[in-house]
């Protein structure tokens, strides 16, 4: 486990297609240009001898931690990856003082929920709103 290089954006974006993160109206190549401005430490990639398996993009904004784009590479589920991923963020975030991490997860997506659920996270009754302010198109 490692933070992101540059050199990371093209293995990221595919690990990020695959694991169907990615929604049209999210260019994730601007997605990482703006997380590299912002905590770029807390943007951290795994890789094995096969390659980059795993990202996640993290951020700390002084109330809240947050945590975005965790990705696994299909090939590679099951075997402690998101969850060795999730545990180097909290730890990271708890270091910056960071008292709460909040995720988003797209409603419905219950396998999603449960791999949360079972790392000590669960629904806060929030409702997650949202507005773009600069358009990726």
Known sequence: MRPFHASDTDAVVALWQASELTRPWNDPRKDIARKLTTQ???????????????????????????????????????HGLGRALM???????????????????REGNEPVMEFYRALGYARDGAVSFGKRLIADS
């Open 87 to 105: 545990a180097e963020v909290e730890q990271r975030l708890e270091a910056l003082g960071c008292p709460k991490v909040n995720l988003q997860i």
């Open 40 to 78: 770029p430490e807390l943007f951290l990639v795994a890789e094995t001898d096969s390659g980059l398996r795993g990202a996640v993009m993290a951020g700390y904004d002084g109330h809240r931690g947050w945590v975005n784009y965790l990705a696994v590479d299909p090939s590679a589920r099951g």
